[in-house]
DNA sequence: CAGAGTTTTGCAGGCGCATGCAATATGACG
DNA sequence: CGTCATATTGCATGCGCCTGCAAAACTCTG
């Protein structure tokens, strides 16, 4: 942290003393909006030009009780949705003015360590995404005196935290729709980690729509949220005695793995069953998969996080906000055209 | 950062007058190591849990001037195998009692936005992976006495910087005596991003191993490091005169491209062409493209990486070291088996 | 040019914790 | 019980910067 060998960094009081003005002059000048002349400002900033100055953010943080450095809570993040996430939240934080501090949470790391740790750290505020205890930590977090924004997650269990998620259950909807429109008629749902409220938004909305319509869910497993889970998923439904004749999985990769499982048994998709995945990661749009998917207004969901954290920053309310972002079918190739029309 | 509400967040005073003690004493409980009596320890501690106390970093960041934060800066995530080094990274970082700021330098963030901010955060360290200008980065923040390593990327541009990174070149070496024993001869190289070492080191291992071998490089190609650029470059070397009968790829993600990109012109691989990738990132094993490829030892990398790390924060020193982990090639499905015993 | 209003400036006192040093308490020993 | 070495303590100061307040320097009127 010091400088290395001998030099000592340079300090406010350097430049205060190269500028000819007081240490107090040298913090104005660096503060937007503070009351100094155009005159000082710039002595001020062409001797710290000189020495290479620049302030000490955590001197700063300690007299201004603000870090100005954001928590990023994220689960597994080997879900290839989440990297493009964790880069674009970052960015947009750093375009706010504000540093990412990153934690995974999964395996043997618990939320119980990552919240003191957040703590200690002053963070200003924390975007909570995709782990199992969000709300608890969320709870934590918030009476610590921090933002709490959850991402692409409910809030369910707790009374007082803001979140930012897409409209899982109209997305489930609209999937039963779809594959009602096209004739099929044995629907199954591939689930994604059982507790977690995103899969269970969008298999109620999905279950509940096709029930609606007279129907009723075929089949049901669990994918576990990852590739292999599709895939094994995928083989258990196919080795029914009814086997669906199309399948709707909580999330792309899962819907990816579950492709792979139904062609590894020699399926073809969409001829013998229908996929949908939910997402629209990079991936579905590759050739080999071309997987009809909800896509998730990602722009929207990091805007309207980041925005509404640096508001409860900022303004130092925490009044409890809850933004839904609209969804929509992309349609590629991996559901039937039209299996009554012919 | 501060407490929600009115009331102010505990500090060491209070607990040190609910204990009947010092402010002293509170900072010595709580600093491993240091001179306190076990009564005085537990009676602290008892105080703490009763008010809810966690000492504050920040100000113990501008005491000990050390932050215990590093700086982990990546540059475009969305190449799959970065989300497991950061998740890995972060989490080792975390062990060791570090925390993890994340920065990602692409599109029009750059390196001169990334270093002065570092700086000012006072990071006790960085470890920078993929990016254009990591050595001049890696300099500026050297130079500001941070510890620095590069994470699989050579420093042939700077003379103090230490790396950790895997033998590109042998790995180059064999894969070219991989493709040439099985008889293949026209081999072709699909580069990633022309300026990064990495692709410059396998490219030079392959080509020599080539040209050693009495053979030449039959076509080369720049990939991007994407799945698009090895689409793309996949299309471009089928449509030569006579195209190339085996691709060595920069990475995975180039290599998965380049295979659908020759499967959507009707090629079959390994059968019409033989492709090898970099990296063993999941993907490479999933049923579509069973990619045999050139195996990194991440935990390997990752430990040395945070070791070395580590150890010139801990030490204070800053002794350029360089270690090199071996890799090894996995063989899968994408190679044809042997073209001259038949 | 005096006086009121406005802008700039420096001073001094924090922010919460770490730590060298001197003072005190504890323990060992004869 | 006295003496000296050792283990604990508290005091005071410092880490680098921010900011309320009052003083100083300008600006503008009449």
Same mark, same amino acid.
């Not at 997402?279 to 749009?285: G, R």
């Given at each position: 942290m010091s400088e290395h060998g001998a030099t000592r960094a340079t300090t406010a009081q350097d430049v205060a003393d190269l500028a000819g003005v007081s240490i107090s002059a040298v913090s104005r000048a660096f503060t937007?909006?503070?009351?100094?002349s155009k005159q000082t400002r710039s002595r001020v900033m062409e001797a710290a030009e000189k020495l290479g100055y620049t302030p000490n953010l955590v001197a700063r943080s300690l007299a201004t009780q603000r870090s100005g450095i954001v928590g990023l809570v994220m689960g597994d993040?080997?879900?290839?949705?989440y990297p493009e996430v964790i880069d674009a939240l970052s960015r947009r934080l750093a375009s706010s003015g504000f540093r990412t501090m990153l934690t995974t949470v999964w395996g043997d790391v618990t939320v119980d360590d990552v919240g003191p740790s957040l703590v200690q750290s002053k963070v200003d505020g924390v975007i909570i995404a995709s782990i199992a205890e969000a709300d608890r930590l969320g709870d934590t977090l918030f009476k610590a005196g921090a933002a709490v924004v959850l991402f692409?997650?409910?809030?369910?269990?707790?009374?007082?935290l803001s979140s930012v998620r897409c409209e899982n259950v109209e997305g489930g909807r609209s999937v039963a729709n779809f594959l009602l429109d096209r004739g099929l008629t044995r629907l199954a749902y591939i689930a994604g980690?059982?507790?977690?409220y995103t899969t269970q938004e969008r298999e109620a909305g999905f279950v509940g729509r096709i029930t609606e319509r007279?129907?009723? !869910?075929h089949a049901r497993e669990t994918g576990d949220y990852t590739y292999q889970g599709g895939f094994d998923a995928a083989q258990r439904l196919a080795s !029914?005695?009814?086997?669906?004749d199309s399948v709707f999985c909580a999330n792309d990769i899962t819907a990816i793995g579950a492709i792979d499982g139904f062609r590894a048994l020699? !399926?073809?998709?969409?001829?013998d069953i229908s996929v949908v995945g939910f997402?629209?990661?990079? !991936?579905? %749009?590759w050739p080999p998969y071309r997987l009809t998917t909800v896509r998730q207004d990602k722009t929207a969901l990091i805007e309207n996080t980041v925005g509404m954290l640096v508001q409860q920053i900022r303004s130092g309310e925490r009044t409890r906000q809850i933004k839904l972002v609209p969804v929509a079918i992309v349609e590629r190739?991996?559901?039937? %055209?039209n299996r009554v029309a012919g």
């Open positions: 937007p909006g503070a009351s100094v993040i080997r879900n290839p949705y692409n997650r409910s809030t369910l269990a707790s009374e007082s980690v059982e507790h977690i007279g129907h009723q !869910l !029914l005695d009814v086997p669906p020699g !399926l073809r998709v969409p001829d997402d629209d990661i990079e !991936l579905a %749009s190739n991996s559901v039937v %055209s």
